[in-house]
């Protein structure tokens, strides 16, 4: 396993840019388009709002490609107005890339519950602005459409689940060869890799959060990112360890 390419999801981030510069142009043709016989206002909005904030979410990442919860949100926001645009489909797909972003950031790692009712409230609202503008025979096609796309997903996620968590389970040694940076260091590394939150560290090792966040910055730094998020994203499938007796080395 390899760790993430950053200037590979750059050239996405561009990329989903242009493509959302014409989304944009279209949306707003789009808007002048309803407001001359829809009177719902969130629908006269909603696609120039979503591709609005698509845009912006790309355009972003140019610059931090590998905020991957961006992404996450960003995707669940597009999916949301395209439910309440009929886009019940498009809604399914970019759902089930927030879902996957959500899960690969850790962010149902903590009061999953609690969150997941939260992701599903405007959902069900999104669901409900549907129905009140189609007929009952409409919007019961279009919720078996989704259905379906659901049941279709499904299928696929089990499918590929065996190898998604062989996958999972196979970690890239990164080599550490720096003065600055000690076996603690490392430690540290590979527990916020693996989800431990810092307070936790810093009970563990009975220094205070604030010295062990400050020390986590210095070695993201040194090893090429600006934040958990993106270090976690660029090394998630890695573990870190300290090579001793060599040139400095980053490998």
Not at 99 to 104: D, K, N
Request: charged content about 15%; aromatic content about 14%.
């Amino acid at each position: 396993m390899q760790k993430t390419d950053k200037s590979l999801w750059r050239v996405f981030a561009i990329t989903g840019t242009l493509i959302m510069l014409v989304a944009f142009v279209i949306s707003i043709m789009q808007y002048f388009s309803y407001r001359q016989h829809d009177t719902l206002f969130i629908v006269r909005y909603v696609s120039l709002v979503i591709n609005t904030q698509l845009l912006a979410a790309f355009i972003y990442m140019i610059f931090n490609p590998l905020n991957f919860r961006v992404y996450a949100y960003a995707f669940y926001t597009f999916a949301v107005g395209n439910l309440i645009d009929n886009g019940n489909i498009l809604a399914m797909v970019f759902l089930t890339a927030a879902a996957v972003f959500f899960y690969i950031t850790g962010f149902f790692d903590s009061k999953k519950k609690l969150k997941l009712i939260l992701l599903l409230i405007p959902l069900v609202l999104a669901l409900a602005i549907q129905c009140y503008r189609n007929s009952f025979i409409n919007f019961s096609i279009s919720l078996m459409h989704m259905v379906a796309a659901a049941f279709i997903f499904s299928m696929l996620a089990t499918l590929m689940y065996p190898e998604i968590k062989k996958l999972r389970s196979m970690h890239e040694v990164v080599y550490v060869d720096d003065p600055q940076v000690t076996e603690q260091d490392i430690d540290w590394l590979n527990k916020v890799l693996a989800g431990t939150k810092y307070i936790t560290i810093a009970m563990e090792t009975n220094v205070s959060e604030s010295s062990v966040k400050a020390q986590m910055l210095k070695l993201y730094k040194l090893l090429g990112t600006h934040s958990k998020s993106e270090f976690c994203a660029m090394y998630r499938n890695s573990r870190f360890e300290l090579k001793p007796n060599a040139g400095t080395n980053l490998s």
